[in-house]
């Protein structure tokens, strides 16, 4: 299993920021995710977690800016995500799509803050997150459901690799290889971005499988011929 908590980000200064309250039920939203460094406030007699995970979206130019308050245990660093609030509904989902957990895995999660930051944060390229109903009818904004999470891969860690090797993790580009390959064409990062397109065009691939693969052939150099 995978454990769960930084990388450079992207000049984002004239991105659109926007927040958790700006969700409705049914709402989707697809990016980078990054996960900050939480806050100690009182509230009575307890501690509690403040902290922001933001999601960006490169192409839209959006960050989306989400709060978690959390109870916060300092002895251990562990928050904590009681059944349908909104950190469990979160941590619950993402486990299930990485981890292949079952939905409502655990009746509650106590969460070492510091292992799920650094894990999130290092390990997971993008994530897409759909805006759910709160268990709580006096909860002020909605929960967030994880329904797709990239877990990236020693490309995005800095191995050296050709198209090949990357086709070899990704079907939606080994199709495409193999396509070019068929049709005698040279395979290059521009070619085989020009076959993804048709796929799409074609409905062969959703949006969000040529995405993904859109951004991992960016790490490429587009002028290099790999056949």
């Keep these: 299993m995978l454990d769960f908590g930084l990388t450079e980000q992207e000049d984002m200064e004239d991105c659109d920021t926007k927040f958790l309250n700006e969700l409705s039920p049914g709402n989707e939203i697809m990016g980078k995710i990054v996960v900050g460094e939480f806050k100690k406030l009182s509230m009575g007699k307890r501690e509690v977690a403040e902290f922001y995970m933001i999601i960006t979206n490169y192409e839209s130019r959006v960050k989306w800016v989400c709060e978690f308050t959390t109870p916060y245990y300092p002895e251990t660093d562990n928050i904590y995500g009681e059944k349908g609030g909104l950190f469990y509904t979160f941590m619950d989902s993402l486990h299930h799509v990485v981890n292949k957990t079952p939905l409502n895995w655990q009746e509650n999660y106590s969460v070492n803050f510091s292992k799920f930051r650094k894990t999130v944060n290092e390990s997971l390229s993008s994530v897409t997150v759909r805006a759910v109903p709160p ?10 459901l994880v329904t797709d999470a990239v877990v ?43 076959e993804l397109k048709s796929f799409l065009d074609d409905a062969k691939i959703t949006d969000n499988a040529f995405e993904i693969a859109l951004n991992q052939l960016k790490k490429l150099k587009p002028s290099v011929d790999y056949q």
Excluded at 135 to 144: G, I, K, M, Q, W
């Design 135 to 144: 268990a709580n009818s006096n909860a002020r904004t909605v929960n967030l």
């Design 152 to 194: 990236k891969t020693e490309l995005d860690k800095g191995k050296s690799v050709t198209i090949y090797d990357l086709a070899l993790q990704d079907s939606v580009i080994l199709m495409a290889y193999a396509n070019l390959r068929n049709k005698g064409d040279r395979i290059t990062v521009k070619n085989i971005s020009f």
